[in-house]
């Protein structure tokens, strides 16, 4: 059966320093990548995606950047986070198009 | 992508029926329509998919009318386990990403 990681559940960063969240599928080939964010109270913010090694989709211009090293591993990253990096993170992974996505635990990111 | 629209929240009691309504007036003939529900502090789940008329499992049925801008989740006797945001998505097959618009908090009193 298909699994997702994703860690750490929890992580409290000062501003200014960097970040790296992983996310890894187990289970499955060539799966859709996603990276979330969820502010507090409000919904999903699709941040970035890829269908593929290498190719990467981002949504929002921001503070963050993501790779894809791996088929199955999905790296979220910041070299310098700001306070409103703080919020909900979520790896989810898809087995193409109109298919049901599957999510993580998360990434509670809190940046002080 | 099709814009979807979804109440913003919704009360309800234990054992009523809820039914939570979205538009997607701008739906494209490949688009299918899903929904997903979510716990405080946990990831999104799965709840149902169609594309048109109905489509029913053991949690769940989806209402989809003939002209597809617009679908209702059905929850049958709901429980206060329910209380959660639940999310409809249109997603079409020329892109892969997946969008979440703001969804329905759901809240279910005894």
């Known amino acids: 059966s298909q699994t997702i990681h994703q860690w750490p559940a929890t992580l409290v960063q000062p501003v200014g320093s960097p970040l790296s969240l992983e996310c890894t599928v187990e289970?499955?080939?060539?799966?859709?990548l996603y990276w979330y964010r969820q502010a507090a109270g409000r919904g999903l913010q699709l941040l970035f995606y890829s269908v593929g090694i290498g190719q990467i989709s981002s949504e929002v211009p921001q503070n963050l950047s993501a790779s894809r090293p791996q088929d199955r591993q999905f790296i979220l990253s910041s070299k310098k986070l700001l306070l409103s990096d703080s919020g909900f993170y979520l790896c989810a992974w898809s087995p193409g198009m109109n298919t049901e996505a599957f999510f993580g635990q998360g990434t509670r990111l809190t940046v002080v | 992508l099709a814009k979807t629209t979804q109440p913003i929240s919704m009360d309800s009691y234990e054992g009523q029926e809820v039914n939570i309504t979205c538009s997607h007036n701008n739906i494209a003939t490949n688009d299918y329509i899903t929904w997903y529900q979510q716990f405080p502090s946990q990831g999104p789940r799965f709840i149902i998919q169609?594309?048109?008329t109905k489509v029913t499992n053991e949690v769940a049925s989806l209402f989809i009318p003939a002209d597809r801008k617009s679908s209702t989740l059905s929850l049958p006797r709901v429980s206060l386990s329910d209380t959660a945001v639940y999310y409809c998505l249109v997603e079409g097959s020329s892109a892969s990403k997946i969008i979440f618009g703001s969804g329905t908090r759901l809240s279910i009193r005894p």
């Open positions: 169609g594309y048109k």
């Open positions: 289970g499955t080939s060539n799966p859709n």
